[in-house]
């Protein structure tokens, strides 16, 4: 079984500084790990993932994350926020073989509101 | 294409009454799927289908059935309401396993209140 935690429920920045949202995950197998992001009102969208090769990861929206495998780690970065990534933030996790890759296990969620 | 769409958007119940929440999805994926979301408690699995036919219970099953007849369709039933099922209900689909497609693509939610 897999499970993650987000170790921000919330993080308030102001427009155009750097964010770091923060997500460990733990598990018995090795995973593929993801971050959606939820607008106000919507459902999710993937924002990017980690299936295999290079650790760094770009996303869209200019968003990047890079896997740890020694700290278990998956952070979401992004050097220059603006008003509009304000939402909801979620980390998951999918074990890479047998019965558990198929299904994602998500963190609680970070709000991040960008403030002017 | 439509992507997930989800039927109806909100919906307020009594207690003990009944209510199917319809799930379609125009991509051909096998793999669907019900989450509800609680303030922060993110999405938990509430069911899932690996095809036409198939159903299997996830991490909060109870209180809910649910129904795959056709592959578009996945269908949440809740039999006899109650207000811990106030909650926002998502659906997914998937192409295939995660590792093929890497993502899930969601619908916009129903909002479900129960008093």
């Known amino acids: 079984a897999q499970s993650v935690t987000q170790l921000d429920s919330q993080v308030p920045v102001f427009e155009e500084a750097p964010v770091e949202l923060r997500c460990n995950y733990s598990?018995?197998?090795?995973?593929?790990l993801f971050w959606y992001v939820q607008y106000p009102n919507q459902g999710l969208q993937l924002l990017l993932k980690?299936?295999?090769?290079?650790?760094l990861v770009k996303g869209i929206n200019g968003f990047e994350a890079e896997f740890n495998k020694s700290q278990t780690s998956f952070h979401l970065r992004k050097p220059s926020v603006h008003i509009s990534d304000t939402a909801e933030y979620f980390c998951?996790?999918?074990?890479?073989?047998?019965?558990?890759?198929?299904?994602?296990?998500f963190g609680k969620g970070t709000l991040l509101t960008v403030n002017p | 294409n439509a992507g997930v769409t989800q039927t109806p958007k909100f919906r307020v119940l009594k207690t003990g009454q009944s209510m199917t929440l319809l799930c379609a999805q125009d991509?051909?994926?096998?793999?669907m799927y019900w989450y509800r979301q609680d303030p922060g408690m993110g999405l938990r699995l509430i069911h899932y289908?690996?095809?036409?036919?198939?159903?299997a219970k996830g991490e909060v099953p109870d209180g809910y059935n649910v129904s795959r007849l056709k592959k578009q369709n996945f269908l949440l039933g809740l039999e006899s309401a109650a207000p811990s099922q106030t909650s926002v209900y998502f659906c997914?689909?998937?192409?295939?396993?995660?590792?093929?497609?890497?993502?899930?693509?969601f619908g916009p939610g129903t909002r479900l209140t129960v008093t």
């Open positions: 997914a689909s998937s192409y295939s396993r995660l590792a093929a497609s890497g993502e899930q693509y």
């Open positions: 598990s018995s197998v090795s995973v593929y």
């Open positions: 980690y299936l295999s090769g290079s650790t």
């Open positions: 998951a996790v999918s074990g890479n073989s047998g019965g558990s890759n198929y299904k994602l296990t």
């Open positions: 991509m051909n994926h096998e793999y």
């Open positions: 289908s690996v095809g036409e036919g198939t159903t």
